[in-house]
Structures are given as C-alpha cells and as structure tokens.
T-cell receptor, first 117, second 113 residues
Framework: GAVVSQHPSWVICKSGTSVKIECRSLDFQATTMFWYRQFPKQSLMLMATSNEGSKATYEQGVEKDKFLINHASLTLSTLTVTSAHPEDSSFYIC?????????????FGPGTRLTVL | DQQVKQNSPSLSVQEGRISILNCDYTNSMFDYFLWYKKYPAEGPTFLISISSIKDKNEDGRFTVFLNKSAKHLSLHIVPSQPGDSAVYFCAASENTGFQKLVFGTGTRLLVSP
C-alpha cells in the first residue's frame, strides 16, 4: 500500500507554454501533499505544501503565480508550471501524507522530468 | 541556509564492508530524522527513521545513530551490497505546522563487488 503516482513521468515543452503535472495517491487518502523540485546533483527542495480544499502554502522564493497548485480531492494534487522557461527545467517530485498517518510519514511519487526548450 | 548537510557527496565501499553515511543539522527544533534512498529519475524510498528521544534504531542491515548534542546522525549499512548503490538523503522534521521535511544534499554510495 501507500503508492503515489505522477503523470507524466517526463515532458518536453516549448518556452512560454504551461505544463500540468498530476500527483495521485492510489490506495490511500492524502490530507496533505508536498511538491519538491530537484536540480541535478542537488537536494530536494520543498516548493509548497497543499492541503485538500485549501490554498497551498509556498516556500520562500517560490512564485505562487508561476507554480499553481490545486489539491481538489483527497487523492489528487496538480502542479501547473505556467509560462515555462528553460530555467524551470527540473525534476519535480510530489509526496503525500496519509490521512491518520504519522505526521512525519511521506510517500513519494516517482517524479516528473520537465524539460523546457 | 542549509539546515541539513551531508558533507560527503560520494562514498565508495566494497561489498560486504560497512557503509557509513553522515548527516549534520543545525536546527535544534528538529525532532525526527529519516533516511531515504533514491535512484536517478525516481522518487525517494524510505529506509529508516529515528525519533529524537532515541539514539539508535536498527532495521536489518540498516542502523541509524543520533547524537543530539553534536546535531549529527549517521546511517550504517552492514554488510553493504551492490544493490545498495544509490543516492542517500537524510531528512529532518519538527512537529510544528505542516511537519515538512528538510532534506540534506545527498551522498552517492557505490558498492563494488
């Protein structure tokens, strides 16, 4: 149990377009989902935390108008990179905390590789 | 400001020997620590964790040690196996707000046969 999926696993887009990444908890309800990005050979940096039915909380330095997060249900959160530019190319990973689970227990998705040309 | 640091970007070990991965943190409010294993282009996989009320936790070949006074933790893998080759991240959290995880910079472990 506790499987998290992401779609797509990789995407290539042109500069200026928007890209939506989905994160789903397949076999559990996730009250909280987290979005991270990872640059090559660097750490996972938390971008934002989303709770179902409420606005996401963004980390300092993350543009909320550029990285739109929607957590419409207990099993789905989406990250939309708006007007993507080459510097947005990165590996985006989501994680989910199970409803009723330990506060520090997060299950990670496989990640989405975004390449902006 | 990197609150969680892994000062060794890489570590090479022979199969059967012990691998020791280190992690330091600066935030004294962290009360839970985790180790994750990650392969390229995949999400992290949870390995083992430890609460700040303990100084050791063991799970099979994996043992995590916590030295709160030194703000240091380590992951011991013994015996190391080639399949252990991956990037290992330590992470820390505190029981406030969203209890978000703060990750270290990672250590690439290579276990050679």
């Amino acid at each position: 149990g506790a499987v998290v999926s992401q779609h797509p696993s990789w995407v290539i887009c042109k500069s200026g377009t928007s890209v939506k990444i989905e994160c789903r908890s397949l076999d559990f309800q996730a009250t909280t989902m987290f979005w991270y990005r990872q640059f090559p050979k660097q750490s996972l940096m938390l971008m934002a935390t989303s709770n179902e039915g409420s606005k996401a909380t963004y980390e300092q330095g993350v543009e909320k108008d550029k990285f739109l997060i929607n957590h419409a249900s207990l099993t789905l959160s989406t990250l939309t990179v708006t007007s993507a530019h080459p510097e947005d190319s990165s590996f985006y990973i989501c994680s989910a905390r199970r409803f009723g689970g330990a506060y520090n227990e997060q299950f990670f998705g496989p990640g989405t590789r975004l390449t902006v040309l | 400001d990197q609150q969680v640091k892994q000062n060794s970007p890489s570590l090479s070990v022979q199969e059967g020997r012990i691998s020791i991965l280190n992690c330091d943190y600066t935030n004294s409010m962290f009360d839970y620590f985790l180790w994750y294993k990650k392969y390229p282009a995949e999400g992290p996989t949870f390995l083992i964790s430890i609460s700040s009320i303990k100084d050791k936790n063991e799970d099979g070949r994996f043992t995590v040690f916590l030295n709160k006074s030194a703000k240091h933790l380590s992951l011991h893998i013994v015996p190391s196996q080639p399949g252990d080759s991956a990037v290992y991240f330590c992470a820390a959290s505190e029981n406030t707000g969203f209890q978000k995880l703060v990750f270290g910079t990672g250590t690439r472990l290579l276990v050679s046969p």
